[in-house]
Every structure is written in C-alpha cells, then in structure tokens.
C-alpha cells in the first residue's frame, strides 16, 4: 500500500516558468512533510517542510502547499532554473512516532529547459 | 555544521558473499540514525533506525542487520548476500523527531 503517491512520474517546464509538483498522501495521521531533491548518484537533499498547522510554507523560490482535507500537497518553484532539473521526493511523518520515520513517494523527474 | 559520510560509493559483490556498508556523522551528538534502500524506479524505503547506541529497530524482515557501535556511526551488514539486496543504500540522521533527515551521497550495491 503506496501511503504517499506522486503520480507524476516526469514534468517538463520551460526556464523561468512555474513547476508545481505534486503529491498525495492517505494516511490522515500525516502531519509533517518535506521536499527533498535527488540528483544522480547522490543522496536526497532537504529542500522545504511543512508542518500540518500551516498551509503555506516558502524558502525563496520554494513553497510548498498543503490541502489536509484534499490530503494533497505541492511544491511549486518560481522562477524554475535549468539547475532545478532533478529528481523530486515527497514524504511525509506521523507525530508521535519516536523513530521520525519518512514514508517517501517515487519521485517525479523535472526537466528544466533551457 | 554537520556532515554525513557514507562509503564505498559504489560496491560490486557476488551472491552469497558478506556486505559491510558505514555510516559517520560528524558535527553532532547523539543523532538519530537511519538506512534506506531505494530499488529502481521505486521510492526510498526505510530498512533501519537507531535512536542510540546499541538500540537498532527493523522496519521490513530482510537478509539484512544493522549495528551501532558507537555514536555516530551506524553499519549495515549481511552475511550472504541475495540478488534481491541490489540498490542504492542511504544512510540518514537527524537530530530530533519531526526534524528534517539529511542524507549520505549513498552506496550503489550490484549483486552478481
């Protein structure tokens, strides 16, 4: 059972345009989420989290949305730079767990062009 | 500032043989320490954490163990490797619950 779903497996968006990445999760235990951005052969790197009293969080170009009763949440990076090309991870927590387990999505592949 | 390092970047190894994957994180006490195996085309799945020395928990039954012997390093063991033990292995730590995890660059593991 895929608790946290990006259905998207690629996108592809022209430089200085929006990309808006998307994720479902269904567990309603969920109550915090993080982007993170993979390039090849590295580790994910933390981008932006959000905590479920919020439905907005942003860091310079990054801001993440969240629906809690869509159970939806989005990354959306304005202006997108040809450098954002990368593998894009969703994952999601439940507070009051003692382990801070992340349950992550596939990823979804962005490809900036130039 | 803290840093994690993972070794050897990349491991080829024929089945039946033992692994040995470690973890240090510098710049940091007491953190929280995980392993993730990403399969192909699937998302990262978490094998193992440790919220101290000695205390390792299993998430999935696999031919895989976990051990931390001190602090800040955490290793990833088998004694007979499986075709199916092929992936990218990630190790992670953070400093407290609901806190982001930071990543090691990871072990690309390709069983013969």
């Known amino acids: 059972d895929q608790q946290v779903k990006q259905n998207s497996p690629s996108l592809s968006v022209q430089e200085g345009r929006i990309s808006i990445l998307n994720c479902d999760y269904t567990?309603?235990?969920?109550?915090?989420f993080l982007w993170y951005k993979k390039y090849p052969a590295e580790g994910p790197t933390f981008l932006i989290s959000?905590?479920?009293?919020?439905d907005k969080n942003e860091d310079g170009r990054f801001t993440v949305f969240l629906n809690k009763s869509a159970k939806h949440l989005s990354l959306h990076i304005v202006p997108s730079q040809p450098g954002d090309s990368a593998v894009y991870f969703c994952?999601?927590?439940?507070?009051?767990?003692?382990?801070?387990?992340?349950?992550f999505g596939t990823g979804t592949l962005l490809a900036v062009q130039p | 500032s803290q840093t994690i390092h993972q070794w050897p970047a990349t491991l080829v190894q024929p089945v039946g043989s033992p692994l040995s994957l470690e973890c240090t994180v510098e710049?940091?006490?007491?953190?929280?320490l995980y392993w993730y195996r990403q399969a192909a085309g699937r998302g990262l799945q978490l094998l193992f954490y440790?919220?101290?020395?000695?205390?390792i928990s299993s998430e999935v039954p696999q031919n895989l163990s976990a051990s931390r012997p001190q602090d800040r390093q955490f290793i990833l063991s088998s004694k007979k490797l499986l075709l199916s033990d092929s992936g990218f292995y990630l190790c992670?730590?953070?400093?407290?619950?609901?806190?982001?995890?930071?990543f090691g660059d990871g072990t690309r593991l390709s069983i013969l």
């Open positions: 710049g940091t006490s007491n953190p929280n």
């Open positions: 994952a999601a927590s439940a507070r009051g767990g003692a382990t801070n387990k992340l349950i």
């Open positions: 567990n309603s235990m969920f109550d915090y």
């Open positions: 992670a730590w953070s400093r407290q619950v609901n806190q982001p995890q930071h």
């Open positions: 959000i905590s479920s009293i919020k």
């Open positions: 440790s919220v101290g020395i000695g205390q």
